[in-house]
């Protein structure tokens, strides 16, 4: 799960990490209100989008008045913004966060993330903030610094003074700034987080080390331990297909291709897509319903796929252990009359009770088309779809 930039600073703000001061606001009379308070000698409006590449899209901006930034939340307010993170489609601002606009000395990039090739978390750090850390990567990958960090004993004092020092953030200034990095992986363990960016961490004229954006994601499976974090969701930023999968404990990702798969397991889903593309289709989402479903799940999930206008075609690949093949079958059979299928669907079953459930959709009288194995199955509903098409 992610959240906004403002959320993600009162996170920040709880673990002692200074951030600018400022406010969300949905309405320009609300950022009227909050630029009055903060007094500030120079403003930002910020979009408030789970993506990057706001300012560059137009949604980050300065001005010097609360009128003006009233007169900017009414720009952005409402508006669709593409940036490089969004897709074609954009996203729709809904909120904007109006803060002070401190006076930038130098720009720091900075993040703590799961680091899959050590197995452990990790910092991320460079002296060059300000700009797409895939930039700098590819550019100056000599510019990037990593220290990984062992779980077991916790970020080192010793850790959090080579990042400082590998970032220019010595001198007067080097234990506040050791803290600041040693609250920064706290907040990451404490909240289950798996990334935190701080991209710029800013030093302001005045040589204090401030976050002026941020970013957080979090393990979903870990939210159940934080009700407060899992309040901070925004559906609004989410695909309306994924929300309505998750109330019904589906793992469903839209994706671009046409056609629709329903598979039971992560792996066997995963090798569903892939086989899909090899004979020349697209898959249209990843969806794996789980090893204990009903036949109400499997309506469902044939409810979520059919919502995709771009579908032309469905294939369905269960392999019954826990899951029989017969019950699937039944669930297959209600939830096509109920949804009222109008693309085609192949169906392949393997495993608990196969024969049983084959002669269920056979005798069914529905056009379900089977298959004897994956191969065949991805090659039938890749020349479906494209008929229908």
């Given at each position: 799960?992610?959240?906004?930039?403002?959320?993600?600073?009162?996170?920040?703000?709880?673990?002692?990490?200074?951030?600018?001061?400022?406010?969300?606001?949905?309405?320009?009379?609300?950022?009227?209100?909050?630029?009055?308070?903060?007094?500030?000698?120079?403003?930002?409006?910020?979009?408030?989008?789970?993506?990057?590449?706001?300012?560059?899209?137009?949604?980050?901006?300065?001005?010097?008045?609360?009128?003006?930034?009233?007169?900017?939340?009414?720009?952005?307010?409402?508006?669709?913004?593409?940036?490089?993170?969004?897709?074609?489609?954009?996203?729709?601002?809904?909120?904007?966060?109006?803060?002070?606009?401190?006076?930038?000395?130098?720009?720091?990039?900075l993040s703590v993330l799961v680091?899959?090739?050590?197995?452990?978390?990790?910092?991320?750090?460079?002296?060059?903030?300000?700009?797409?850390?895939?930039?700098?990567?590819?550019?100056?990958?000599?510019?990037?610094?990593?220290?990984?960090?062992d779980p077991a004993i916790g970020?080192?004092?010793?850790?959090?003074?080579?990042?400082?020092?590998?970032?220019?953030?010595?001198?007067?200034?080097?234990?506040?700034?050791?803290?600041?990095?040693?609250?920064?992986?706290?907040?990451?363990?404490?909240?289950?987080?798996?990334?935190?960016?701080?991209?710029?961490?800013?030093?302001?004229?005045?040589?204090?080390?401030?976050?002026?954006?941020?970013?957080?994601?979090?393990?979903?499976?870990?939210?159940?331990?934080?009700?407060?974090?899992?309040?901070?969701?925004?559906?609004?930023?989410?695909?309306?297909?994924?929300?309505?999968?998750?109330?019904?404990?589906?793992?469903?990702?839209?994706?671009?291709?046409?056609?629709?798969?329903?598979?039971?397991?992560?792996?066997?889903?995963?090798?569903?897509?892939?086989?899909?593309?090899?004979?020349?289709?697209?898959?249209?989402?990843?969806?794996?319903?789980?090893?204990?479903?009903?036949?109400?799940?499997?309506?469902?999930?044939?409810?979520?796929?059919?919502?995709?206008?771009?579908?032309?075609?469905?294939?369905?690949?269960?392999?019954?252990?826990?899951?029989?093949?017969?019950?699937?079958?039944?669930?297959?059979?209600?939830?096509?009359?109920?949804?009222?299928?109008?693309?085609?669907?192949?169906?392949?079953?393997?495993?608990?009770?196969?024969?049983?459930?084959?002669?269920?959709?056979?005798?069914?009288?529905?056009?379900?088309?089977?298959?004897?194995?994956?191969?065949?199955?991805?090659?039938?509903?890749?020349?479906?779809?494209?008929?229908?098409?």
């Amino acid at each position: 799960m992610n959240v906004h930039e403002y959320q993600a600073k009162e996170i920040l703000r709880r673990y002692n990490i200074p951030v600018p001061p400022g406010s969300v606001a949905s309405t320009p009379e609300e950022a009227e209100k909050i630029a009055r308070e903060l007094r500030a000698k120079k403003l930002v409006v910020k979009i408030q989008i789970h993506a990057g590449g706001r300012g560059k899209a137009g949604g980050v901006k300065l001005c010097d008045t609360p009128a003006e930034a009233a007169q900017l939340a009414r720009q952005m307010l409402g508006k669709t913004f593409v940036t490089h993170q969004t897709g074609p489609q954009g996203k729709v601002a809904h909120k904007v966060f109006v803060a002070d606009a401190p006076n930038i000395k130098r720009e720091i990039y900075l993040s703590v993330l799961v680091d899959r090739t050590v197995g452990r978390p990790a910092f991320l750090a460079s002296t060059e903030g300000g700009v797409d850390i895939e930039t700098v990567a590819a550019k100056t990958p000599e510019k990037i610094f990593k220290e990984a960090i062992d779980p077991a004993i916790g970020m080192q004092p010793f850790q959090a003074r080579k990042i400082a020092y590998a970032l220019g953030l010595g001198g007067a200034e080097l234990q506040t700034n050791v803290a600041l990095l040693l609250n920064l992986y706290r907040a990451f363990m404490e909240t289950d987080a798996s990334l935190i960016e701080i991209n710029p961490l800013i030093v302001d004229d005045a040589g204090k080390v401030i976050a002026l954006d941020a970013k957080f994601g979090f393990d979903d499976n870990a939210l159940y331990r934080h009700k407060d974090i899992a309040a901070m969701r925004d559906l609004n930023e989410e695909d309306p297909r994924e929300v309505e999968a998750s109330k019904h404990n589906l793992n469903y990702i839209g994706l671009d291709g046409d056609i629709a798969c329903m598979v039971n397991g992560a792996g066997l889903a995963m090798a569903t897509m892939d086989i899909i593309k090899h004979y020349g289709g697209n898959p249209a989402n990843f969806l794996d319903v789980g090893g204990g479903a009903t036949q109400e799940t499997v309506t469902e999930a044939f409810k979520i796929l059919c919502s995709d206008k771009n579908v032309s075609g469905i294939l369905v690949n269960i392999f019954g252990g826990i899951m029989k093949c017969d019950v699937i079958a039944t669930g297959i059979v209600g939830a096509v009359r109920e949804v009222k299928l109008t693309v085609p669907l192949v169906v392949r079953l393997e495993g608990t009770n196969v024969d049983l459930g084959k002669k269920i959709l056979k005798d069914s009288g529905l056009p379900i088309i089977t298959a004897d194995g994956l191969a065949d199955a991805a090659q039938k509903v890749v020349a479906a779809a494209k008929k229908k098409a």
